[in-house]
């Protein structure tokens, strides 16, 4: 079954440290990639993608995600986190073919401390 | 606002009643999605079109739900004869395709919904 994983619920960070959340997938093919974040009460955004070439992306408000084919994962980073970083972040993968759908993971939540 | 728009925001029905929410993508995009998510979990595909045309269902999507987009503009989503399980988020966003490839889809702020 194609599935998504974020195998940590949360990730604690002091501010101006670097972060990761991690994600990996287990996808047929070769899927596009995706991060998008939840703030409260609010619609989820989109941060980045991947989809093919440099296994390096650059997103939105200074993210970066890894990918890494062998190791079939995505993680997250940010080389120095912000307080109002904090956020539930999601992985989401839209598997190859003709399919317009997204799996995501379950979430993890950011915590950065000041 | 140019963005995504879901209406209404909270739903309270009780179990039995038939309820249906509305969105309306971002006024370019072809591509309309609905997902649904419960408490702890991330987005679950239900159904997407592209214009008009419903192009993929989730086994998710029992036969109480029904999801139609008329005119290849806003979208409805139908469940009868709701069940308390049906509670949750219902998350509508939308895309720009214009060929193959990984299109980002932007979210609405969604619809809660409390079966009692």
């Known amino acids: 079954a194609q599935s998504v994983a974020q195998p940590e619920d949360q990730v604690n960070v002091a501010e101006g440290n670097p972060l990761t959340v991690k994600c990996t997938y287990s996808v047929s093919g070769n899927p596009y990639l995706f991060w998008y974040v939840q703030y409260p009460n609010r619609g989820l955004q989109f941060l980045l993608k991947y989809i093919t070439g440099d296994n390096l992306v650059k997103g939105s408000y200074g993210f970066e995600a890894e990918f890494n084919k062998s190791q079939t994962s995505f993680h997250l980073k940010k080389p120095s986190a912000l307080v109002s970083d904090s956020a539930l972040y999601f992985c989401a993968v839209r598997p190859s073919g003709n399919t317009g759908k997204l799996i995501f993971g379950q979430g993890t939540t950011l915590q950065v401390k000041p | 606002d140019t963005g995504v728009s879901q209406d209404p925001r909270h739903k309270i029905t009780k179990r039995g009643q038939n309820v249906t929410f509305r969105c309306d993508p971002i006024s370019e995009h072809n591509r309309l999605y609905w997902y649904r998510q419960t408490l702890g979990q991330g987005p679950e595909f239900l159904t997407y079109f592209q214009n008009e045309a419903q192009l993929e269902k989730s086994r998710l999507l029992s036969d109480r739900f029904s999801a139609e987009r008329p005119k290849g503009s806003f979208s409805t989503l139908e469940i009868q004869r709701t069940e308390q399980g049906d509670s949750a988020m219902y998350l509508c966003?939308?895309?720009?395709?214009?060929?193959?490839?990984?299109?980002?889809?932007?979210f609405g702020p969604g619809t809660r919904l409390t079966v009692t």
């Open positions: 966003a939308s895309s720009l395709a214009t060929g193959t490839g990984a299109y980002e889809q932007y």
